[in-house]
């Protein structure tokens, strides 16, 4: 499954930049209908980002106010298990996800930067060294843009 820039714009480096920023944040951080697809379109490639993210470790999520990063019980990608097989709506708008500090060290290399009066600003394009960098990391992690994602043995969908 390649990615488009727009999708890779909004899923990827667009949410990333958002949570690092913020602090966390779910994947529809914008309303619904700025992604401009079809509910299921829309719910596989925002799979596909997270699971992507989670399985890198750029990811952790966040659970009733605390920030669960190691305990097994919290497992991001039992969490991600269980957001693949339930597609109600509440179950994703209240998940936040965390960004690990590999996280935040890539998106201040990459995707933001302070302006001329000290404000936080982010890239609004696309950043190709940014695209290359996460390219390269889900790459090690075999989850790249380039394959189809193995939901099966990542998300242990047989167990």
């Known amino acids: 499954m ?6 890779f714009l909004k899923l990827y480096q667009d949410f990333l930049t958002r949570v690092v920023i913020d602090g966390d944040g779910d994947i529809f951080f914008m309303n619904y209908y700025w992604y401009d697809m079809d509910e299921d379109e829309l719910y596989e ?3 596909a980002a997270l699971t992507r993210f989670g ?10 106010g605390r920030n669960v990063k190691c305990n097994i019980d919290y ?3 039992k969490f991600l298990k269980y957001m693949f097989l339930n597609k109600d709506e509440r179950i994703w708008m ?6 690990t500090e590999s996280a935040v060290k ?3 290399k990459f995707l933001i930067y302070f302006d001329e009066e000290n404000h ?3 890239v609004t394009d696309i950043c ?7 390219g390269r990391i889900f790459d090690e992690h075999g989850v790249g843009f380039d394959v189809d994602l193995p939901y099966d043995k990542l998300l242990s969908l047989d167990s």
Do not use: T
């Open 75 to 77: 497992d991001i990608m």
């Open 94 to 99: 209240d998940c936040f996800f965390v960004p």
């Open 45 to 47: 490639k925002a799979m």
């Open 55 to 64: 399985a890198s470790g750029l990811i952790y999520r966040r659970i009733l």
């Open 2 to 7: 390649s990615v488009s820039d727009d999708d």
């Open 128 to 134: 190709e060294e940014f695209r290359e960098e996460l």
């Open 106 to 108: 890539l998106v201040e």
């Open 120 to 122: 936080l600003k982010s």
